[in-house]
């Protein structure tokens, strides 16, 4: 094939994207399809030409990796797949409809989409955690292309991008923004500017190519050039118009996000050209190479600790970690600069080609986390608890992209003492919780902490622990089993008048209230809920019923949404949860109500109402309940 009949066959593959966009779009009744016809010239080159991408084997470990960061642009994606022979007419005409795989925005129910995007910002992030493995891991040389829109470079995650990118010498990651100039409502802060994109993606020192988006030739140029780079990550800067290709959409407001009517869709696609069914052979990859092997698994020898020794919980991760490391090379682990905290640092430390330093940039370190495990690789990443809040939303999508990824918030509650409520996770617990499908741990000593790291290696979802500053005592065996969705009973009879419920720091609280009151001749039961999520259902109802509907619940986390929410959870009816039959509840919940100041750990779990003496307290005026409505 001439050059001159390359160029026509792309710009014909160009003009169906932009169709079979409308098409879609059309019969949807809504979607973006101005916004999937701006960068249809840029993707048609790469599907034909750069790419390269072993349909028939989505394993490849050599595939190229694709991602649309605009997630919007959905359309142009699955009309790529047509192009690629991967889905038919009549699934992409499925798009947006309820049962069709092609939703509104890409997610990974489609077997070609590595991670859900849609919230914008987050597929460069992504993309440079997939590139990490690809360079750093497998060291294959498979590229990350990702097509970015001119609107989302707001985020300043696509900023932490831009720098992480470039302190590990990412040349193995092609970004194209697709500058159409028009946001949501009207023209983007930079417009036309590309002088400007690439000025400031130098300034983070990236290689920065200005194209016009819709020339081939520079796009097939740009692309060549992009893979030369030996040095650094690229970004092709591409100015496209929004809805190019026909006269009423094309650079005109007012059309995002909004779909043809029918008369409007025969003329465009009349102006475009007509229909098209045109099929590429996608490139497979030249390479047939398997990752590197990092090391040789070793037998799990986790640490173990002395019933009564002071550990606290945050440096059980950090020990239990670093034999994780020892036994599972395809753990890596990732630290927001805090990892003498957390205790990352062992594991940086002996493992250092495994672990990656985010810095202060927690939104890229769980985006990295996310790219990382798409080539099945098994991410912890931790920082304090309070901090992880700045990520939720690359959390929350974490959960829509079915990524498995493991979350550690250290420093948690107003236990940390002097540092002051800035430093405090106060919030954590609610929102994990609220995580689809998330798994959430509190373990309150080491040895149990050290069993549930061990756990979560490989445990499906997004899973979160949350570990305790302050050094706590060892009350657990090193044998004892603490499995996921369990609890333990720590203290119980048949003569308990009540249960008190704890968790982390509390239980400990707990049990210092469990002797003061046996001494004055009160005895209550102490449950430890290590696992908020899921939680033991099945122990809380026969402590319900065993002390007469008298619970306590005693937690270092705010009122609402956190551990005494999850129990009041297990009473209600839901389809995964039996209704509680028993005697009626009488539940007080501990919490943090009141915004806390500076002080020792002490003086802040007592003014908080949270330490022992709250909780003999409350058991004193249930038992007194109990005592008067019984006489």
């Not at 769980?366 to 959390?395: H, W």
């Amino acid at each position: 094939m001439n050059a001159q009949e390359q160029l026509h066959q792309w710009h014909e593959l160009a003009q169906q994207l932009r169709v079979d966009s409308i098409r879609a779009t059309t019969v949807a009744g809504s979607g973006h399809p101005t916004s999937s016809m701006s960068p249809a010239d840029l993707m048609a080159v790469l599907l034909s030409k750069y790419l390269r991408y072993d349909f028939d084997n989505l394993h490849n470990p050599n595939n190229d990796r694709f991602i649309l960061s605009k997630g919007h642009a959905a359309p142009l994606l699955y009309a790529m797949y047509k192009a690629a022979g991967v889905i038919s007419d009549e699934d992409l005409l499925s798009l947006r409809k309820l049962g069709s795989r092609l939703e509104g925005h890409p997610t990974p129910v489609i077997p070609w989409v590595d991670v859900a995007t849609g919230s914008l910002g987050q597929g460069l992030p992504i993309a440079v955690g997939i590139a990490l493995a690809g360079k750093y891991l497998d060291q294959l040389p498979y590229h990350v292309w990702t097509l970015l829109g001119d609107s989302e470079t707001s985020e300043g995650s696509i900023w932490e991008a831009f720098d992480r990118a470039s302190h590990y010498t990412l040349d193995n990651l092609i970004a194209i923004i697709d500058v159409n100039r028009l946001g949501q409502r009207g023209q983007t802060e930079l417009g036309w500017n590309t002088q400007a994109y690439a000025t400031r993606a130098r300034a983070f020192g990236w290689q920065a190519i200005e194209i016009d988006g819709h020339n081939l030739t520079e796009i097939e140029q740009a692309f060549s050039v992009a893979l030369t780079i030996n040095d650094r990550p690229t970004v092709i800067i591409a100015r496209t118009k929004k809805g190019k290709g026909v006269a009423a959409l094309e650079d005109l407001g007012g059309w995002h996000g909004k779909a043809l009517k029918a008369e409007q869709e025969k003329q465009a696609i009349a102006e475009l050209g007509g229909e098209r069914h045109i099929k590429i052979q996608v490139n497979k990859p030249e390479e047939q190479s398997q990752p590197v092997s990092l090391g040789k698994a070793q037998p799990l020898q986790l640490p173990a600790y002395d019933k009564g020794a002071k550990v606290a919980t945050r440096r059980a991760y950090g020990d239990a970690l670093l034999a994780l490391g020892a036994a599972q090379p395809d753990v890596v682990v990732l630290d927001a600069e805090v990892s003498n905290s957390t205790y990352a640092e062992d594991f940086a430390e002996a493992y250092p080609e495994r672990y990656f330093e985010m810095y202060i940039a927690e939104q890229q370190m769980v985006a990295a986390a996310v790219g990382l495990q798409v080539r099945k690789y098994k991410p912890f990443a931790s920082t304090f608890a309070a901090f992880l809040t700045r990520a939720y939303d690359f959390i929350r999508m974490a959960a829509v992209s079915r990524a498995n990824i493991k979350l550690v918030g250290s420093h948690a509650g107003v236990s940390i003492g002097q540092d002051g409520p800035s430093q405090m996770g106060l919030e954590d617990l609610a929102a994990f919780r609220a995580v689809c499908n998330s798994t959430v741990l509190y373990p309150s000593d080491a040895n149990q902490t050290a069993k549930i790291v061990a756990q979560m290696s490989d445990r499906p979802g997004v899973v979160y622990l949350r570990t305790t500053r302050e050094s706590t005592p060892v009350i657990y065996s090193s044998d004892e089993k603490f499995p996921i969705g369990g609890s333990k009973v720590v203290q119980s009879s048949d003569r308990d008048q009540a249960t008190v419920i704890g968790a982390g720091i509390t239980l400990h609280e707990a049990l210092k209230a469990y002797d003061r009151l046996k001494n004055e001749g009160i005895i209550i039961r102490v449950i430890d809920v290590y696992s908020v999520k899921p939680i033991d259902v099945q122990t809380l109802h026969q402590a319900a019923r065993d002390t007469k509907g008298n619970l306590i619940v005693v937690e270092d986390h705010w009122l609402e949404g956190g551990l005494g929410a999850a129990v009041l959870d297990a009473f209600a009816g839901t389809s995964n949860t039996p209704i509680y039959d028993g005697l009626q509840l009488r539940l007080i919940k501990l919490a943090v109500s009141d915004m806390p100041s500076s002080g020792t750990p002490e003086e802040l779990l007592h003014a908080a109402k949270i330490d022992a003496d709250a909780i003999v307290e409350a058991v004193k005026s249930q038992v007194k309940q109990l005592v008067g409505a019984s006489g």
